[in-house]
């Protein structure tokens, strides 16, 4: 029978970056649905699921990188976005976290 091939360790590597940085947005969520800090409960569960909306693209790339080039765009205008948003925004540690990742 005969086997898939190997993915490439560049692609193994770009998926883990990009689970990890999803997963960085589900906790950033967590925490801003959880603990909304000077804002109103409606807003903070807003920015919660902007925030859960940015890990599920960033999912949807991972998924499909090394499989589709659209996954592969995807992932970039996640990153471009994720980038312009925190230069633009009231800058704290979960700006800063963000940007040095991304």
Known sequence: MPTAPARPLTVTTAQIMVFVNAGFWVLAAAVSGLRPSG????????????????????????LGLGRRRAAF?????????NLALSITDDFGLLDLISLAYN
């Open 73 to 81: 765009y995807l992932g970039a205008a996640v990153a471009a976005v």
């Open 39 to 62: 804002g109103s409960l409606p807003a903070a569960l807003l920015l919660a699921g902007l925030m859960l909306g940015n890990a599920g693209a960033l999912l949807r790339a991972g």
